[in-house]
C-alpha cells in the first residue's frame, strides 16, 4: 500500500505543476529513471530477489519505467510553456500507465500474501 500511496502522490505533484501551484523545481531528466524513487529500488532490488521470475514483476518493471517516462514528458512540456501537451498527456498515457503501475503492484501483492501462507 506505501508503494501505490507513492506513486499516486506523483499524479498531485505533477497536477500542481502544470497548474503552475508547485513550488518544486522538478528536473525531467531525473523523473525519467525509474530506478531513483522509493518504488523503484525495491523493484531493483528487493522485489526482483524475491519475484525475480514472476511475470507481474516484469510488467510492474516495464510499466513503472514507461510511467516515469511520461511524468518527465509531461514536466518537460511544462517547462516548454506547453500545459495544454503536459494535459493531455496527463489524461491520456499517464493515466492509463498508472493504472497498470497500480494493478501490476497489486497482483504483486496477492502473490505476496499468497506465498506467505
Not at 510553456?81 to 497500480?102: C, F, I, W
Amino acid at each position: 500500500m506505501d508503494a501505490i500511496n507513492a506513486h499516486v502522490q506523483w499524479k498531485m505533484r505533477l497536477e500542481k505543476y502544470i497548474s503552475g501551484t508547485s513550488e518544486e523545481k522538478l528536473d525531467p531528466k531525473v523523473i525519467c529513471l525509474d530506478n531513483q524513487c522509493k518504488l523503484g529500488k525495491w523493484i531493483y532490488g528487493a522485489a526482483d530477489e524475491h519475484f525475480h521470475d514472476d511475470e507481474s514483476l516484469a510488467e510492474l518493471r516495464a510499466e513503472h519505467a514507461r510511467f516515469h517516462i511520461f511524468a518527465g514528458r509531461i514536466v518537460e512540456n511544462v517547462q516548454a510553456k506547453n500545459k495544454e501537451a503536459a494535459q493531455e498527456l496527463m489524461e491520456g498515457d499517464y493515466k492509463y500507465t498508472s493504472r497498470k503501475v497500480v494493478f501490476a503492484l497489486t497482483e504483486l501483492s496477492k502473490h505476496l500474501q499468497m506465498s506467505s501462507k
